[in-house]
């Protein structure tokens, strides 16, 4: 959580997450969707751990205790990442640069929507400097792809030729994600992604290849 001061308590922003959607039955998916998050089942300590961090500013929100802002963060990428943090764009730029297979699960058809880590951290700011609390605010890029679209594009930047990896797809892995992003758009002065999935993966190379 980042904090700001504030005259009547703390204003907050809880970097919470796309996955308080769960495996979604909407797309896009805007705030206003409850999701459809299995409550017991392997990934479920991640969802609902979120979903209740999100209802306990919501509480205090409302109870004149703090000023929580709720920022829903879609998939985000960037330089700094931790090689080992298991996401999708790290393995496969790490797995491409080391000359191995890049590892899809399922068919690769499940799709993601990628967020280059400045354009959230200026969404971020933008939430932080609103007057007033708006509630749950979608931060994403709404550029659809899927991982083989993913893989494909940076097996185009390494310059790799070797088949893919396929491995089964893990439980409760969800189907799609995309947000919407229209009252981002609306309440924070036009906000929106700039840039894109190919310069993003480009200069996310560029950090790693540099890394001993």
């Avoid at 000023?67 to 790490?94: K, S, W």
């Avoid at 890029?141 to 390494?158: D, G, H």
Wanted: proline letters at 8%; a positive charge.
């Amino acid at each position: 959580m980042l904090h700001l001061a504030k005259k009547q308590g703390a204003r907050i922003v809880q970097a919470s997450t796309s996955e308080v959607y769960g495996d979604p039955a909407v797309s896009p998916q805007p705030e206003t969707y409850w999701g459809n998050v299995n409550p017991i089942g392997i990934r479920s300590c991640y969802d609902e751990g979120k979903r209740a961090a999100e209802t306990l500013c919501a509480d205090f929100t409302r109870l004149g205790r703090s000023d929580a802002r709720l920022v829903r963060i879609f998939n985000t990428y960037g330089p700094h990442m931790r090689g080992d943090d298991g996401r999708v764009v790290t393995n496969f730029l790490l797995q491409a640069i080391s000359g191995k297979p890049l590892t899809v699960y399922g068919a690769g058809q499940q799709t993601r929507s990628f967020c280059y880590v400045d354009d959230l951290i200026e969404g971020f700011v933008r939430v932080l400097a609103l007057p007033e609390n708006q509630g749950p605010i979608n931060l994403g890029n709404p550029n659809e792809f899927t991982m083989l679209q993913l893989a494909e594009a940076v097996q185009r930047l390494v310059g790799s030729s070797l088949p893919l990896r396929f491995e089964p797809l893990p439980t409760d892995d969800p189907k799609q994600r995309r947000p919407d992003i229209a009252k981002a758009q609306r309440l924070l002065g036009g906000w929106e992604p700039k840039v894109q999935l190919a310069e993003g993966l480009a200069r996310t190379l560029a950090y790693f290849r540099k890394q001993p």
